[in-house]
């Protein structure tokens, strides 16, 4: 399916890591990978400059901290831009992302980058029912976002998690595709978006969430992207419990898991992973909700048992040259 590149497309790979998490970047002209590389490190310090919940001197934090913030405060056009985007993706799931439960995920202990919380057991995360049954007043709905002009009500934190990890790898894939001219694939932890056009229209891309989970190899044509939310990683314990990152918004409690891992491959990397944590946050439901929003979609359930949804991307040849990432 995949042909062999072009010796002066020979693909070049970098990793790092960032955000507790790990930076992959691909692109197929290996001697533009320090320029891209170099692009995608100036976009993650500055969406982590514009709406990192765990430095007090972020622009969402400082705005946050504002006095006036009920009435009203002007922040600047790329965490205006990051916050539309997650208003965006509530509205798209009813509220099953929902950019206001900051408060909450402190409540349960994630106050702080996780890999300073320490590693929790290999269980199941479960979540206590009887500490929180009170449906949530707050939420994405009482948020203003007029122009650059940001209002929250008293007690709401914003957590743009769900959603700006996903657009930094969306503005990196645009960036480095646009200013280079050359194809690229950027995966930031297993968020996951293409750019430009590459010789073999597309990428390998291996989806699987741990070792020990079913894998498969895929073609991602040029210009998709893929996302994975799990429920496995980003573990922590808190109170004598596992908890995970992923919350039900109409409750502020951590979701009790129905699958391993969700995955969807979509044209943007915001619009898969908004698709895949409301995936997680419906559980049992999330079958037939996915397939009402026709997305192409493939569903790892607490026995490994997998599950594919509309147009998933086909497996890719075992003889095709890996380039992608692992979600």
């Excluded at 400059?49 to 002007?74: H, K, N, T, W």
């Excluded at 619009?271 to 790892?300: D, F, H, P, S």
């Amino acid at each position: 399916m995949a042909h062999p590149p072009a010796p002066e497309l020979t693909a070049a790979r970098a990793e790092w890591a960032v955000w507790s998490t790990t930076a992959a970047l691909v692109v197929e002209r290996a001697e533009r990978l320090g320029e891209a590389r170099a692009i995608a490190e100036r976009v993650l310090a500055e969406v982590g400059a514009a709406c990192s919940r765990f430095d007090a001197g972020s622009e969402l934090s400082r705005v946050s901290a504002d006095p006036r913030i009920q009435r009203g405060v002007e922040v600047s056009p790329l965490l205006a831009s990051l916050i539309a985007t997650a208003l965006q993706a509530a509205a798209e799931t009813g509220g099953s992302v929902d950019p206001t439960i900051g408060a909450d995920l402190d409540r349960w202990g994630y106050d702080r980058d996780i890999a300073l919380l320490g590693a929790a057991p290999t269980a199941v995360p479960t979540a206590s029912v009887t500490l929180s049954v009170v449906r949530r007043e707050a939420g994405w709905r009482a948020v203003r976002l007029r122009g650059r002009v940001l209002s929250l009500p008293a007690g709401v934190r914003l957590d743009l998690g769900a959603t700006a990890k996903a657009r930094a790898a969306d503005l990196i894939a645009e960036r480095v595709s646009s200013e280079l001219g050359t194809g690229v694939l950027v995966s930031l932890g297993g968020d996951i978006a293409t750019g430009g056009a590459t010789a073999d229209g597309g990428w390998e891309v291996l989806v699987q969430d741990l070792p020990a989970d079913p894998a498969q190899q895929v073609f991602l044509p040029d210009g998709a992207a893929m996302a994975t939310s799990s429920t496995q990683k980003r573990r922590w314990l808190h109170d004598g419990r596992v908890h995970q990152h992923i919350l039900d918004p109409a409750f502020g409690t951590p979701v009790v898991p129905a699958w391993r891992s969700v995955t969807v491959a979509a044209a943007t990397c915001v619009r898969a992973n908004t698709l895949t944590t409301a995936a997680i946050v419906r559980g049992t439901a999330a079958r037939t909700w996915l397939a009402e929003q026709a997305a192409a979609a493939r569903l790892v359930d607490l026995a490994g048992r997998v599950v594919t949804l509309g147009a998933w991307p086909d497996p890719a040849g075992p003889d095709t040259a890996a380039a992608g990432g692992r979600p």
